[in-house]
């Protein structure tokens, strides 16, 4: 009887065991953003709960955004932003809090979410016609500034027009500037090509 009292508190302390192994040597802790904080250990990222238990594992494609001395990635609204190279160029999409990836990565930019809401850098393939003699598509691409809910649809569009872009890993060495912010939970200011900045009400969801 007392072996096997033994052999059930050593089951029980098994997970809380493998637990602060997991925990221990961590290079940076950061603080909580919606219920969760990110924590980096050998250049990886993982997100622990209040409860200090990692629910998303270490990995390495989690965008870090700077807060001071030091950058790391943030939940909001229950969205976290991640990259994926493409040939060369840098691809953004979002994860939910299970580690899933519920927006693919396809926007040349992206924010943080905000309040239900992120600005991207939409890109666009418009087909022009073919080239009979290498017998390929003839393409352009271009991207347009929108605001997306948490499912990924454009709920507001803030581009006056179509920004042509070159598709190539020499012309996108760095993913192209936003050029917009959110600036209160009912505003967004832009940027415009004259560094002169405007302020728009953002769209009810329902319009």
């Not at 629910?55 to 807060?67: A, G, K």
Request: net charge neutral; aromatic share 10%; with cysteine.
């Amino acid at each position: 009887m007392k072996k096997l009292i033994v052999l059930l508190v050593t089951v029980l302390m098994l997970p809380l065991t493998l637990m602060s192994q997991n925990l221990k040597n961590i290079d940076f802790i950061s603080p909580f953003y919606d219920g969760l904080a990110a924590i980096e250990k050998n250049g990886e990222w993982a997100f622990i709960n209040e409860s200090g238990d990692i629910i998303i594992d270490y990995r390495t494609d989690l965008v870090t955004r700077s807060f001071g001395d030091k950058g790391y990635p943030i939940f909001n609204s229950g969205r976290c932003l991640i990259v994926k190279k493409k040939q060369g160029i840098s691809y953004f999409g979002f994860i939910d809090k299970k580690g899933k990836t519920v927006i693919e990565p396809q926007f040349l930019n992206a924010t943080d979410f905000n309040n239900g809401m992120a600005i991207v850098l939409q890109l666009h393939e418009n087909i022009l016609g073919e080239n009979d003699v290498l017998d390929k598509k003839v393409v352009e691409y271009s991207y347009t500034k929108n605001v997306i809910n948490s499912s990924g649809e454009a709920i507001m569009y803030l581009s006056e027009k179509p920004n042509h872009v070159t598709l190539s890993k020499e012309y996108l060495r760095v993913p192209p500037k936003i050029g917009a912010k959110f600036i209160s939970q009912k505003l967004i200011a832009i940027k415009n090509d004259s560094n002169k900045w405007t302020i728009i009400q953002i769209d009810e969801p329902n319009q």
